[in-house]
């Protein structure tokens, strides 16, 4: 079964300090997103990967780095954390493309920035 | 870049009334799109995904695609108050793209 595991899935930060998110598939995807997800604002697309190795900046990338040092894993860096982060972040996996893609979302990750 | 837009934002329907919801896209390049829910608190559920033109069914969501018209539509059959959540259309081409979703509400 696909799985798409996220973790910690509550965190609380301080202003300025960094915070990495993990993100761990188990479904040989190709393709790994990080979107965050905000009242009135719905899912939006922070970082992508078409692979180990790659990241692409999606269509809110300020104040966020990625990492994709393998097949599986896709790290959201937050390297100074602000209050304006604060959010929930879903991580998601999918495949390269083509009319039966499918794309599978973590449980989500709770951040909250004081 | 591609756009997508939902309407109603909220939706409130009486128990076994047909719901139906409505996706905009911005222009023809995703290569399929798909509905998810999400209950209150929880992660996305895949719902259906629809590639061609025409209608695509899976249990009570029908999902129809018309590429011409830029749409794609969520028809919710005999919903349940378990139906009650935010629904969110994607379109997925290099990226997936999100709406702001509609929120949907069954009364008893």
């Known amino acids: 079964e696909a799985a798409v595991t996220q973790s910690p899935r509550n965190k609380v930060a301080v202003t300025g300090g960094k915070v990495t998110l993990s993100c761990n598939q188990t479904?040989?995807?190709?393709?790994m997103y990080w979107y965050r997800q905000d009242t009135g604002h719905g899912l939006r697309l922070i970082h992508y990967?078409?692979?180990?190795?790659?990241?692409e900046k999606g269509d809110i990338p300020d104040g966020y780095k990625a990492s994709r040092p393998s097949q599986e894993n896709f790290s959201l860096i937050l390297e100074l954390a602000t209050p304006s982060q604060t959010s929930v972040y879903f991580c998601?996996?999918?495949?390269?493309?083509?009319?039966?893609?499918?794309?599978?979302f973590g449980k989500g990750t709770r951040l909250t920035v004081v | 870049q591609q756009k997508v837009q939902q309407s109603p934002e909220s939706l409130t329907v009486s128990e076994g009334a047909m719901a139906s919801l409505n996706c905009t896209f911005s222009?023809?390049?995703?290569?399929?799109f798909r509905w998810y829910r999400q209950h209150s608190g929880k992660g996305l559920e895949v719902l259906v995904s629809?590639?061609?033109?025409g209608e695509k069914e899976e249990g009570s969501f029908t999902a129809h695609l018309n590429r011409a018209s830029l749409h794609v539509f969520l028809h919710i059959r005999e919903p349940q108050p378990s139906d009650s959540a935010l629904y969110l259309c994607?379109?997925?081409?290099?990226?997936?793209?999100f709406g702001i979703g509609t929120r949907v509400l069954v009364r008893p």
């Open positions: 990967s078409y692979g180990a190795g790659s990241t």
């Open positions: 479904n040989n995807h190709n393709n």
């Open positions: 994607g379109s997925a081409g290099n990226k997936l793209t």
């Open positions: 998601a996996s999918g495949d390269a493309g083509g009319p039966n893609t499918e794309v599978f």
């Open positions: 222009d023809r390049s995703s290569d399929n």
């Open positions: 629809i590639f061609s033109d």
